[in-house]
């Protein structure tokens, strides 16, 4: 996909002189956004911070003294304009710290802490495959989540 949004920058910039490839948000994931650069001058804006601030995130932080969230895998990824990244560097605004929950946690995931990310915890009780996690990610969540907030309440 990176490769294909490469041509297409390069074949929209022979069109319009701009080169939008480089553009924060038209990377695989964003890259139905790269001819709107090249080609209109649209303001760009992470999708994260959109539904932040359409579920109005930020008011329901007032009261907040913790967030949960998570993803599927955690990993270093998750700094570049992620939802977990959008979350953290809100919820660290506010001074309200966050822990996320994942089926899996990858390389570099430990660099989530600069967005706000206190911690991450992996979902999954032992080894196992990716068709059981998914199936019971409910269950496994839960029982994960009912230990962390034991030891929260512990510490008082």
């Known amino acids: 996909?990176?490769?294909?949004?490469?041509?297409l920058a390069d074949v929209l910039q022979k069109e319009t002189g701009v080169y939008?490839?480089?553009?924060?948000g038209a990377g695989a994931a964003g890259g139905i956004a790269l001819p709107l650069f090249a080609v209109k001058k649209c303001i760009q804006r992470s999708g994260i911070d959109i539904i932040l601030d359409m579920t109005g995130f930020d008011g329901h932080?007032?009261?907040a003294d913790l967030v949960l969230t998570g993803e599927g895998q955690i990993d270093g990824q998750a700094l570049y304009g992620?939802?977990?990244?959008?979350?953290?560097k809100r919820c660290?605004?506010?001074k309200v710290p966050v822990l996320a929950f994942a089926g899996s946690i990858g390389?570099?995931?430990?660099?989530?802490?600069?967005?706000?990310?206190?911690?991450?915890?992996?979902?999954?009780?032992?080894?196992?495959?990716?068709?059981?996690?998914?199936a019971h990610a409910g269950e496994l969540l839960e029982g994960n989540a009912r230990q962390v907030m034991k030891t929260l309440r512990a510490m008082g």
């Open 20 to 24: 939008a490839a480089g553009m924060p």
């Open 92 to 94: 660290m605004e506010k």
């Open 107 to 134: 390389a570099d995931a430990d660099k989530l802490e600069a967005v706000g990310i206190g911690a991450i915890f992996s979902i999954a009780t032992g080894p196992m495959t990716l068709a059981h996690a998914m």
């Open 1 to 7: 996909m990176d490769q294909n949004l490469r041509r």
């Open 82 to 88: 992620k939802v977990l990244a959008g979350i953290g």
């Open 61 to 63: 932080l007032r009261d």
